[in-house]
Structures are given as C-alpha cells and as structure tokens.
C-alpha cells in the first residue's frame, strides 16, 4: 500500500497545478459529473479494494484508477470526448503465494456526442474504444483490442440516469495470443441536491462471451463538490457488492474512494 499512498500524494499535489478552477454554481458541477460526456475536463482518481479473488479466494486488488476526462470542441454542434482509465494495481494472493504491482491495461475511449440534448432530453455519444496492453506481470491481457463504445441519457431536474456500453475484440496477436470478446455495461442512476451531494447507484457488468462468464458489481457511491484549496473537487466514497463474479473474480464486498478535480470553462 505505499505505493499507493505516494502515488495519492502525487494525484493531490499535481491536481492543485492544473490552476484555479473558475467560480460556478457547486451543485450544476456534481450534476455534470454523473454525465460522462458533459463539455467538462475532470480528472478522477479512484481507489478500489476488494477480496476474494484467486482460486482459493483468499486474493486481495488494490487499484487506483487515473480517468482523466477531456472535451474537445469540433465545430458549433459536436464535441470529442476523450476518456481514459489508466489502472495501477497492487494485488496479492491473486495468483496462491504471490504478489504484483504496477499498471493494468489502458483503456481508452472516444465519444462523438452532440454538444445540445436532442429534442427530447436525450444526451448521447457514440465511438471507438481501444484496449491497450501495457500491463504486466500477470496484470493484463497482453492482447490489444479494440471495439466500439455509446452512452445515453437523460437528465430531469436533480436526477440523472441512463447507461454506457462498449464491446471489444482482440485485434492480431497471433494463436497464441489472448482471445478478447468481451462487453461492457454500466447502468446508472444519481441524484443531486442543492448543496452539491450526489448519491449514485450504478453497476459495472462485464460479460466474457469466449468463457461464458459474467461480472455484476452493484456500487453505492455518495460525493461533494467542495474547494480543495483554490481548486474545486468531488470528494467521496461507497461501498460495492459482487452480486454476481468470474470463478477467479472478486466476491462479497469492496470499497471504492474518488477525488475528482474540475476545471470548468
């Protein structure tokens, strides 16, 4: 866990360079957080712990996830909107009588998204996704990949809900190279209130289609838009339970912490 502890010192102090953050309303910062493509450069930090993985379930995962989340404007009517999830990990017991650390596979994601809802409230965004292999040690699949991701929602006074999907493959690699086919789901719901709480359920499911297995973690997650010296920030936590895992997956019950910094326009 020190690592991980130096690792959180530097994903303060490097967030407080960004710059100041400029003023605006608290509460509508936590209501475009719960939308993944909202015109907002956000970088997340988010620390995950959970048990019961390995064989004999007695393996423990740490990791702490960089999501850093970049608009960029194309045009007067659509946004690019770039998101990534760099994953460090610290797991032992994974794998019966060792241990690793050091970055997971990068995920990365491109959404064309309309800049206005459509006529009916609806937000969506639509691109390629792209499973890069740069973990090691056991940490990844040692496969690139590659697919297509959307997201749709609607947003309704201080409710926000909808869900974002992706489904990947492996591209070349060869027959000894690991087989990708696999999607991802992530339905959501949150609520926000005038004081910049925001209480969210969601569910993070992955669905294996080569070995026919499936991952259902359901989280509990409640934030704040607060100051964090001159900047702006979400800060909060929640728990998570396995409803349903691999056969090597976690089980039972996680945790999840985020510290989210905000540079608004």
């Known amino acids: 866990m020190t690592n991980f502890r130096v690792f959180f010192s530097v994903a303060l102090v490097s967030g407080l360079t960004f710059g100041v953050a400029h003023a605006q309303d608290a509460s509508d910062l936590a209501k475009q957080l719960s939308n993944p493509i909202a015109s907002l450069i956000s970088v997340p930090y988010q620390l995950n712990y959970d048990e019961g993985y390995g064989p004999d379930g007695n393996g423990s995962r740490t990791t702490m996830n960089l ?54 409230g609806l937000i969506w965004g639509v691109g390629p996704v792209f499973l890069l ?18 997201v749709g929602l609607r947003q309704s006074g201080p409710w926000t ?14 027959d000894s190279a690991t087989d990708i086919s696999s999607t991802f789901m992530q339905p959501f719901i949150s609520y926000t209130t005038p004081n910049a709480w925001t209480y969210t359920v969601n569910s993070e499911i992955t669905y294996d ?11 509990l997650v409640a934030t704040k838009v607060t100051k964090l010296g ?5 800060i909060g936590g929640g728990l998570r339970y396995w409803a349903s895992s691999t056969t090597n997956g976690a ?15």
């Open 67 to 120: 999501q850093p989340v970049i608009p960029i404007s194309i045009g007067e009517n659509w946004n690019l909107i770039s998101r990534t999830v760099v994953p460090f990990i610290d797991q032992k017991d994974v794998i019966p009588g060792t241990s690793q650390s050091g970055i997971g596979d990068i995920f990365q994601s491109f959404f064309f998204s309309p800049k206005a809802p459509t006529s009916n």
């Open 251 to 265: 089980d039972d019950w996680g945790a999840r912490l985020v510290l989210t910094f905000l540079f608004p326009k």
């Open 209 to 219: 289609w080569n070995t026919d297995e499936n991952a259902v973690p359901i989280n």
């Open 230 to 234: 001159p900047n702006l920030v979400s």
């Open 161 to 174: 809900y909808g869900a974002l999907a992706n489904h990947i493959w492996d591209v070349g690699g060869g």
């Open 133 to 150: 292999p740069t973990g090691g040690d056991n940490l990844g699949a040692d496969q690139f990949a590659a697919g297509i991701t959307a």
